[in-house]
């Protein structure tokens, strides 16, 4: 598990901690679910580890449980919000061609409506500091 110095500062562990407000769809002792601030589907809704990692790319094999977990949660949720039958998405952004913004790992739930096929090809932002 890669753990830095910047939990301090990191908006997902200052969500996790209670300090800043979100709408919680679950909380255990090792993960958070909330709704997405700034909502891509109808159902948007970011599952996370309390521990900050900051990407996926820095989780190791001791990490693998935790993963699975995460995963697991995402599939009772999606069946929690009633999108499950429908169809919806999970995804992890990695790094920054993979449009990760945030440095600290999530999966992203997405659906309540027909999602695009299109996961390609965007602009790149060259002025964002590669930091995963
Ligand atoms: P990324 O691009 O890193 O995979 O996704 C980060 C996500 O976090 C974005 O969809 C963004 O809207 C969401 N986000 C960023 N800041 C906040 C926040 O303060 N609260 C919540 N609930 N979501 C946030
Ligand atoms: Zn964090």
């Not at 110095?5 to 200052?14: P, T």
């Not at 769809?25 to 709704?35: G, L, N, P, T, V």
């Not at 589907?41 to 309390?50: G, T, Y």
């Amino acid at each position: 598990m890669n753990i830095d110095q910047s939990q301090d500062s990191c908006i997902f562990c200052k969500i996790a901690r209670h300090e800043i407000p979100a709408n919680v769809r679950f909380e255990s002792d090792e993960i958070i679910a909330f709704d997405d601030i700034n909502p891509s589907a109808p159902i948007h809704v970011l599952v996370i580890p309390k521990v900050h990692i900051t990407s996926l790319r820095a989780t190791e094999i001791d990490d693998q449980m935790l993963l699975g977990k995460l995963v697991y949660r995402a599939k009772l949720l999606a069946e929690e919000l009633n999108i499950a039958e429908s169809g919806y998405r999970v995804s992890i952004n990695v790094g920054k061609w993979g449009g990760q913004i945030v440095s600290h790992l999530h999966l992203h739930i997405l659906g309540g409506a027909p999602l695009t096929t299109k996961l390609a090809v965007a602009t790149v932002d060259e002025s964002v500091p590669l930091t995963h």
